[in-house]
């Protein structure tokens, strides 16, 4: 079976973001792209209270300088296309107040058609939590919980009722409703989040470093599902972030996805036999602007294609 593929939208800081998340969003549909996909990253600190995934000493790469709102990008997106999922991998879902955060992707689920895929975790950023978070950084984890309950009530029918600690809705005609159920995937890695996900959410968006690992955890995550009673599949998204260059890196230290295209679709070949849904790539980093951008997407779509992803 083919797995589907989708593409990050241009959120940095070298996009014009009302003329290059359309045209993007359109040359990918074009190309054969089923999904088109943002991330989040609020701010850039200076000096950080803390190096980049909060490993000390690791600095935080400049492209995060400048990163458009990922709703705004997805609706944008979802305003110049007609097929393509629009997804986010991921919303820092504590980042926003739960009821406005559920209100938004209904709306721009109405209006896309049923397009929208809620990709959402708890981030890391100590500076993010501070300048924005509706829970302190310890809580982010209730915080995610809350925030999936308030979505599964605001998209649900009428009365909307819902008593929790950041929201209180005593009854309410909460509209407009999205075209469907709105699936919800989380970013996952230890076993308390992975539990989150096979109790409470329709999928799990890793991030690529690595066939192996991820094959690991994979399986990992599946015998969970069955050992807790899931019966519905769960929905799989890998987030491939490129490093991409103009030469194939040579070193022997090369991490996957870093190199040429033609490395770069060898590391999509590896990474697609382990059987997950779909795979986003993001190429956004490395293109001068968004010609570039579309040229390597298309040459990386069917070079993956002609290969077998």
């Given amino acids: 079976m083919t797995t589907r593929l989708g593409l990050g939208l241009p959120q940095m800081q070298q996009y014009s973001l009302g003329e290059d998340v359309p045209d993007v969003a359109r040359a990918a549909e074009r190309i054969g792209y089923e999904s088109l996909w943002v991330f989040e990253r609020a701010l850039f600190p200076e000096p950080a209270t803390q190096g980049l995934y909060g490993m000390d000493g690791?600095?935080?790469?400049?492209?995060?300088?400048?990163?458009?709102?990922p709703l705004v990008s997805l609706t944008l997106a979802a305003a110049a296309t007609e097929r393509a999922e629009l997804g986010s991998s991921v919303l820092v879902a504590p980042l926003h107040v739960p009821f406005q955060l559920a209100k938004a992707l209904a709306s721009l689920d109405a209006a896309s058609g049923g397009r929208v895929v809620a990709g959402l975790g708890t981030g890391w950023s100590l500076d993010e939590y501070a300048a924005s978070s509706v829970r302190p950084f310890e809580e982010r984890g209730k915080a995610l919980d809350e925030i999936i309950e308030v979505c599964r009530a605001v998209w649900g029918p009428d009365p909307v009722v819902y008593d929790g600690t950041l929201t209180k809705i005593a009854s309410?005609?909460?509209?407009?409703?999205?075209?469907?159920?709105?699936p919800i995937l989380l970013a996952a890695g230890n076993q308390r989040a992975l539990r989150r996900l096979v109790d409470h959410a329709d999928g799990w968006l890793p991030v690529a470093t690595g066939a192996e690992q991820l094959a690991a955890q994979w399986r990992q995550l599946r015998e969970l599902a069955e050992e807790r009673g899931r019966t519905r599949p769960v929905r799989s998204v890998l987030r491939v972030?490129?490093?991409?260059?103009?030469?194939?890196?040579?070193?022997?230290?090369?991490?996957?996805?870093?190199?040429?295209?033609?490395?770069?679709?060898?590391?999509l070949v590896e990474h697609?036999?382990?059987?997950?849904?779909?795979?986003?790539?993001?190429?956004?980093?490395?293109?001068r602007d968004a010609e570039e951008l579309k040229d390597v997407a298309a040459e990386v779509f069917e070079k993956a294609r002609a290969a077998g992803v």
């Fill in 272 to 287: 697609a036999a382990v059987g997950l849904d779909e795979i986003l790539i993001d190429l956004q980093g490395a293109a």
């Fill in 172 to 182: 309410a005609a909460v509209g407009p409703k999205p075209a469907r159920p709105i």
């Fill in 241 to 267: 972030n490129t490093a991409r260059e103009a030469k194939p890196y040579e070193g022997a230290d090369r991490s996957p996805f870093q190199g040429s295209v033609d490395q770069i679709v060898a590391d």
């Fill in 58 to 69: 690791v600095p935080w790469p400049d492209r995060y300088r400048n990163v458009a709102d």
